[in-house]
């Protein structure tokens, strides 16, 4: 089952439906978003295209510039971890754990 957020008032009002409301809605929206369209080209790499977005932690991150990610087994199938280093900025890399 879904159940729709309800959208914010736009009168000075009770907390419930207008800020409170709004602010509800933007974490929704920010949590889990994932932009970066990763590709495995078949060649023990990896690829994340540079300007996808990606949160972590309630925190989001937008991907400046290519990133390669080697694969150690060219036959498994693997996914990225992205590690936020507390600094503004965020690392990626691949696991198959």
Known sequence: ?????????????????????????????????????????????????AGGIVEANGVMFKVTSQINLNKPNNSLAYWIEVIDNGDGTASLVSNND
């Open 1 to 49: 089952m879904l159940q729709q957020l309800p959208n914010p008032d736009n009168v000075p009002g009770a907390v419930t439906t207008g800020y409170q409301r709004q602010n509800t809605n933007m974490y929704a929206i920010q949590t889990g978003l994932d932009t970066t369209e990763p590709f495995d080209n078949g060649n023990w790499l990896i690829t994340v295209p």
